[in-house]
């Protein structure tokens, strides 16, 4: 009766979690219902099996990335809590059952979420048992995660960042998404689920087939789950942060203030490394070494290019890469600074100094951002025209910055990470994408990163300009984002502290 009144009370937590509401709504809708088509499409390009394979995937991406986040946080408001619980008499085995049992709840939650999404799309397909059981492998695989990074990360921002880099590495790089022989990605969590799942033999498996090791991953999560469960709640203790004050003689250093909170960040910092490495360096390995035919603008005219795919998908993947980073600088910087902007105008501080100084950091990161994407880039892709390339990859992540700081004040720390990563993946990712479609769809010249994306695509291919309207568009775009900023910032900067 302990257990499952614990269990009760956990779950009633976890529905209180505004992200976990979000998640469980956006994560099906975007991945099962809206991207599966593209994904497939992409998934076939890229040398995977594509078709309803990939469109059944999306069920476990989204299962799995529900379970992680609400594992998360369990973990979270597990690390003082447990520890009294424990401390008042309640038996560990007791409070590790309650966990274990919410965790298992939330992943039936997360599966049945994503089954639904999918058979709104596509139906489950022939084989129903076999879907439902890799989705819920999928799910629990993620749980162990989630309480893994739960227990490591207090930050609910950086937690929420670091489940999305493992949750893209494992599926942006599986087996569905890419051929599935590649030694490098067998040691991916979800390698083997995702291929039984699919019905898409591995072949490398050995005796103990594709279904064992898809059991021995989730079995060995379960283990994981349990271990950092116990733990959570054997050292848990409540940590005393303080806050460092506001000096009035600081107050003019709102630059060097700034830049000093974005170093603080240290997710931010290491992803300003890893994700480019990674997605660019991986995306080019990854790769079917094989010729693509792609449609460019030149003198005027609309031509057909042969292209090679691996340099393609490198270049490409750049700006995804940049676009993500500098709206989560963006988005961090305008939340950290928040209230002791506040100070600083109640102090005297003039808004419009304040402003500049403010969007300097933002300029500062989106540059560094673009520069460590560029680095890379460079190892494995030779634009056509690499001042154009460069200029186009400054402004998505200018433009991207400032969507950004848009994006913190209306859905806060978590939802805006997530937002960060789903916008960006959406407009360039898909939508711009020129080794899915020839040209964007009619409504996609609406996004963001239209304008710069078609200047982009064009120094990447072409050795003349010709997409005057797009820059001009991306030009247009930028202006209004910082009308924007600069009116959200005037309201948090001038708003009453309390």
């Known amino acids: 009766m302990t257990t499952a009144l614990f269990e009760r009370r956990f779950l009633a937590e976890a529905a209180r979690t505004p992200v976990n509401l979000l998640v469980l709504i956006l994560v099906p809708v975007v991945f099962v219902v809206v991207a599966a088509r593209p994904l497939a499409d992409a998934a076939e390009l890229l040398g995977g099996p594509g078709g309803p394979a990939a469109q059944t995937a999306t069920a476990g991406w989204a299962a799995g990335f529900i379970a992680a986040i609400a594992m998360y946080f369990q973990m979270r408001a597990a690390r003082a809590a447990d520890r009294r619980l424990v401390l008042a008499g309640l038996a560990p085995s007791r409070l590790v059952a309650a966990r274990m049992a919410t965790g298992l709840a939330l992943a039936l939650i997360a599966t049945a979420a994503s089954l639904l999404a999918l058979t709104a799309r596509t139906g489950i397909g022939d084989d129903p048992g076999r879907v439902l059981a890799g989705t819920l492998m999928y799910a629990v695989i993620y749980l162990a995660i989630g309480a893994l990074i739960g227990t490591l990360v207090t930050s609910p921002v950086n937690g929420t960042v670091l489940v999305?880099?493992?949750?893209?590495?494992?599926?942006?790089?599986?087996?569905?998404?890419?051929?599935?022989?590649?030694?490098?990605?067998?040691?991916?969590?979800?390698?083997?689920?995702?291929?039984?799942?699919?019905?898409?033999?591995?072949?490398?498996?050995?005796?103990?087939?594709?279904?064992?090791?898809?059991?021995?991953?989730?079995?060995?999560?379960?283990?994981?789950?349990?271990?950092?469960?116990?733990?959570?709640?054997?050292?848990?203790?409540?940590?005393?942060?303080?806050?460092?004050?506001?000096?009035?003689?600081?107050?003019?250093?709102?630059?060097?203030?700034?830049?000093?909170?974005?170093?603080?960040?240290?997710?931010?910092?290491?992803?300003?490394?890893?994700?480019?490495?990674?997605?660019?360096?991986?995306?080019?390995?990854?790769?079917?070494?094989?010729?693509?035919?792609?449609?460019?603008?030149?003198?005027?005219?609309?031509?057909?290019?042969?292209?090679?795919?691996?340099?393609?998908?490198?270049?490409?993947?750049?700006?995804?890469?940049?676009?993500?980073?500098?709206?989560?600088?963006?988005?961090?910087?305008?939340?950290?600074?928040?209230?002791?902007?506040?100070?600083?105008?109640?102090?005297?501080?003039?808004?419009?100094?304040?402003?500049?100084?403010?969007?300097?950091?933002?300029?500062?990161?989106?540059?560094?951002?673009?520069?460590?994407?560029?680095?890379?880039?460079?190892?494995?892709?030779?634009?056509?025209?690499?001042?154009?390339?460069?200029?186009?990859?400054?402004l998505i992540a200018l433009t991207y910055a400032l969507i950004g700081v848009l994006l913190g004040p209306l859905f806060g720390r978590v939802g805006g990470v997530l937002i960060a990563f789903l916008l960006p993946f959406i407009d360039l990712g898909i939508e711009q994408s020129p080794m899915l479609r020839s040209a964007p769809p009619g409504w996609a010249h609406a996004l963001p990163g239209y304008g710069a994306g078609r200047v982009l695509i064009d120094a990447a291919l072409t050795p003349a300009f010709d997409e005057t309207g797009p820059l001009l568009i991306a030009l247009a775009w930028l202006a209004a984002l910082i009308t924007a900023a600069a009116v959200m910032f005037r309201r948090t900067a001038t708003a009453p502290h309390h």
């Open 164 to 394: 999305l880099f493992v949750w893209i590495l494992d599926v942006f790089f599986g087996p569905v998404l890419g051929a599935a022989d590649r030694p490098v990605t067998r040691v991916l969590p979800t390698h083997f689920v995702t291929l039984w799942m699919v019905d898409l033999p591995s072949q490398h498996s050995g005796r103990i087939g594709d279904l064992g090791w898809a059991l021995t991953w989730a079995a060995t999560a379960m283990a994981i789950s349990w271990t950092v469960i116990t733990a959570a709640g054997r050292t848990a203790r409540p940590r005393h942060r303080t806050r460092p004050g506001s000096a009035a003689g600081q107050l003019s250093a709102g630059v060097r203030m700034g830049l000093r909170e974005a170093t603080r960040n240290r997710v931010l910092g290491a992803l300003l490394i890893a994700v480019p490495v990674v997605f660019v360096l991986l995306a080019v390995a990854t790769t079917p070494s094989e010729s693509t035919t792609l449609t460019v603008r030149e003198g005027g005219r609309t031509l057909s290019q042969e292209a090679w795919l691996p340099d393609i998908h490198g270049g490409t993947m750049a700006p995804i890469a940049t676009a993500s980073l500098t709206t989560l600088a963006g988005l961090f910087t305008v939340l950290d600074a928040r209230s002791g902007d506040r100070r600083l105008t109640l102090a005297g501080f003039r808004p419009l100094t304040l402003l500049a100084s403010r969007l300097a950091v933002i300029a500062l990161g989106a540059l560094l951002a673009t520069a460590a994407s560029l680095a890379v880039t460079a190892t494995v892709f030779d634009a056509r025209q690499w001042d154009l390339y460069i200029a186009a990859s400054v």
